[in-house]
């Protein structure tokens, strides 16, 4: 299909540009990118269109002036059809709210996301502690747990907070050789967080985790965990005074428990 069909398509202008923009078929749009009454505003109500072409976004993205308007750079690194090169090239340009945006629209290929995501990430440091309290609170998991390793009160409340946040990135962040004392306390504290048995685990591997924590969390550990935690070399040596105690401690109210039920006298057994 060609101009032929939609000859207006190269000369209109105003109000009959806008319907042309809603009623043209995508694959009979191409023409339109030569009309000199195509500027970057009718452009971006045109790229919202998401049955728009790769062959018409390869087009607008060969023509240069167009991407010196932020706008339509923007939606062409949201659109589905944008080829995944060019959607790369894109992502760098975005802004960091708008790369937040990015990760948790839906249809994004995961490696763009992932992208998007690791923008974000080393971008946070540069933040200021309002911005990152506001992408805490709301930012997909990998951020969410990146924000939660910032150690700041404010920020590790708002993350642990985050419904995106999972298991596997509270993990990652416990798993951290060095990590603010803050930061394993609040997970310890959290009503959410500190009933997760494997959480539990992390926070008696994580050397930040205060003492009084792990003594708390040693009498719901299983024993065969805390055979585990106690062989040499998992934990420094004074911890495993502790674990050693504590399987002691079940081992001797097992048998305790079974000399009661040999000793107690059965019942008659009447026919």
Known sequence: MNSERFPTLLTATGEDLIRLIHEVPADAL??????????????????????????????????????????VKKLLAFHPHTPRTAGIR??????????????????????????AEDQVIANLPQLPLGQKITLARRSPA??????????QPAVVKAALSNSN????????????????????QSIAQDTKWSHIYNVRIALLRQP??????????????????????????????????????????????????????????RKPHHE
């Open 208 to 265: 930040s985790t205060t003492l009084t924590t792990i003594l708390a969390f040693l009498p719901e550990l299983t024993v065969s965990d805390l055979r585990e935690l106690a062989a040499p070399g998992v934990l420094p040596e004074n911890l495993r005074h502790y674990l050693q105690a504590e399987i002691h401690r079940r081992l001797q109210k097992s048998e305790h428990h079974s000399d009661a039920e040999f000793q107690t006298p």
């Open 90 to 115: 894109l992502l760098r340009d975005l802004y960091l709210m708008d790369l937040v945006q990015f990760t948790i629209s839906p249809g994004v290929l995961p490696d763009l996301k992932r992208r």
């Open 30 to 71: 191409l023409p339109i990118l030569d009309n000199s009454s195509l500027d970057e505003t009718t452009l971006t109500l045109l790229l919202q269109r998401r049955d728009l072409q790769s062959e018409f976004l390869v087009e607008v993205l060969q023509r240069r002036h167009f991407l010196k308007n932020y706008l």
């Open 165 to 184: 946040l999972t298991e596997s990135q509270v993990l990652r962040v416990l798993a951290r050789e060095k990590l603010a004392p803050s930061v394993a």
């Open 142 to 151: 990998r951020i969410a747990g990146a924000l939660l390793a910032d150690g």
